[in-house]
């Protein structure tokens, strides 16, 4: 197992995490406000972000590594053509941005396990980030059943 390369995974992990982090913030205020009921799942999912980006930190320090604590490139263009997206959509912009949502959190549960399947964590990496795919599986699960229970 190659340091450098566990360090670079978790890096790639935490800038998904910001992007996530990002993403959420760019959605408040559009939708929460209008469904008060999915507030506080919102609220938490924010907090366990925050936890979540925290936790890779420490992993990458822990191995000496440097934390690229920002954004990916990826995550602003697809945060940029969301917002485009959504300035053309006509009729439900609740329902589109739960979609956003969900698709963010289907990216993240594949870069989560790509990284679990790519064998270069250590053991504490691997519980940790196999702990974080869990929750990003229940916060897409959470999101996917708002999605469907709004287009009803």
């Known amino acids: 197992m ?5 360090i670079s995974v978790l890096n790639d992990l935490l800038q998904i995490t910001n992007d996530r982090i990002k993403g959420f913030e760019k959605v408040e205020g559009k939708v929460w ?3 008060p009921d999915i ?5 938490r999912m924010i907090s366990q972000s925050k936890v979540m980006k925290n936790e890779l ?4 320090t822990e191995k000496n590594g440097v934390p690229q604590d920002s954004p990916s490139i990826a995550g602003a263009i697809h945060r940029t053509w969301i917002d485009i997206k959504n300035s053309f959509t006509v009729g439900n912009l609740e329902n589109s941005t ?3 949502v969900v698709f963010g959190e289907k990216a993240a549960i594949e870069a989560y396990q790509n990284a679990l399947d790519t064998g270069e964590l250590c053991e504490k990496s691997t519980k940790i980030v196999a702990e974080q795919l869990r929750n990003l599986k229940d916060s897409y699960r959470q ?4 999605e469907e229970y709004k287009k009803e």
Do not use: A, C
Request: avoid cysteine.
């Open 2 to 6: 190659n340091n450098e390369q566990t």
């Open 33 to 35: 406000e209008m469904y």
């Open 39 to 43: 507030k506080d799942e919102y609220d």
């Open 57 to 60: 930190i420490n992993l990458i």
């Open 98 to 100: 739960l979609e956003n």
């Open 143 to 146: 999101f996917k059943k708002i």
